[in-house]
C-alpha cells in the first residue's frame, strides 16, 4: 500500500507544499553501486510518473488545483474541428530528505548495502540501530494557494480505513491550514516588513496569536510536528529542468546517529 506525504518547502516568497509518495518495495541500496558523492535515490519512494498514476487512480484533488491549460479549437469557416487537449502536468520536484536508515555492520565479504524504514513501520522494535540518511525523492509541488486548498481536503480522521494512505505529516499540515483559515476569518493577522537574506525588503502578513486559545494551540501543534517535518534538507533541492546539481550541494552522504 502506498502511502503519501508532504511538507512545507521555504524559499523566501516562493515557498512551496512539496508532495511524494512512499510504496512497499525491496529497500535495499547497494554502496558499491553508486559514486561516494552521490546522495542515493530513495527506492522506496515513487518516481514522478509512478506518483502521477497513482493519484489518479486514488481520485486525489491535487490535479484540480493545478491551472489547466488552455484548449486549442481550430476552425475553418462554419466547420468546427476537434477540439485538441494537453494532459495536465504537475510541477516536479526533486528534494534531499534525511530518513531514518538501518545501516548494518559489514561482515566478511558482504557488500556494503543501506535499508531506508518505511514509515508504516517506524517505531517498532529493530535488531540494528537507525541513523538519519540523506535520500533523494522525486514529488509534485502545490503553491501556497493550492496547497491550502488541498490541504482543506484532507480527511481529519485519515488514519483507518480508505483514507489510511496519508502520512502524518500530511495529516498534520491539514490541521495547521485549518487553524490557519480560522485565524484569517478572526482578523488574526497584521501587515509587517521583512528583510530577505539579499538585504531587499518584502511586505508580508504576521499572525497575531494574541489570546491563551490560540497560544496554547500553537505549543500543542508544535510538540506534536512530525518528526520528518524537520529533516528536510533546506535549500537543497531542484525543479525538473534545472541543470544544476544544487541538490547535491553541502550535503554529506553519511550516516549520523538519531533517536527512534
Not at 89 to 115: C, D, V
Not at 161 to 189: H, N
Request: glycine share 8%; proline share 7%; with cysteine.
Amino acid at each position: 500500500m502506498a502511502i503519501l506525504h508532504g511538507n512545507w518547502l521555504v524559499k523566501n516568497q516562493n515557498g512551496c507544499l512539496f508532495i511524494w509518495g512512499e510504496t512497499w518495495r525491496s529497500p535495499r541500496v547497494n554502496l558499491e553501486s553508486r559514486e561516494s558523492e552521490e546522495i542515493p535515490l530513495h527506492p522506496l519512494a515513487m518516481t514522478s510518473v509512478e506518483l502521477s498514476e497513482w493519484l489518479r487512480s486514488q481520485n486525489m484533488p491535487i490535479a484540480n488545483f493545478i491551472h489547466q491549460p488552455q484548449v486549442a479549437v481550430a476552425t475553418t469557416g462554419r466547420t468546427r474541428k476537434a477540439t485538441s487537449t494537453t494532459e495536465i502536468s504537475l510541477p516536479t520536484h526533486s528534494q534531499i530528505i534525511a530518513l531514518p536508515t538501518y545501516i548494518p555492520e559489514r561482515t566478511g565479504k558482504e557488500t556494503a548495502a543501506i535499508f531506508p524504514v518505511h514509515s508504516g513501520s517506524f517505531g517498532t522494535e529493530a535488531d540494528s540501530p537507525q541513523y538519519l540518511q540523506p535520500w533523494r525523492v522525486d514529488g509534485f509541488c502545490l503553491n501556497p494557494a493550492q496547497a491550502v486548498k488541498f490541504l482543506a481536503t484532507v480527511p481529519l480522521n485519515a488514519t483507518k480505513g480508505e483514507d489510511a494512505f496519508l502520512g502524518g505529516d500530511l495529516r498534520f499540515w491539514s490541521q495547521i491550514a485549518r487553524w490557519s483559515l480560522d485565524l484569517i476569518s478572526r482578523c488574526k493577522f497584521l501587515p509587517k516588513i521583512a528583510r530577505q537574506s539579499d538585504g531587499a525588503f518584502s511586505t508580508t502578513w504576521q499572525v497575531l496569536l494574541d489570546s491563551a486559545v490560540d497560544g496554547t494551540r500553537l505549543e500543542k501543534f508544535s510538540a506534536k510536528m512530525p518528526l520528518v517535518c524537520r529533516t528536510y534538507q533546506e535549500g537543497l533541492g531542484r525543479d525538473e529542468g534545472d541543470g544544476g546539481d544544487e541538490g547535491d550541494k553541502g550535503v554529506n552522504s553519511s550516516s549520523s546517529p538519531s533517536s527512534p
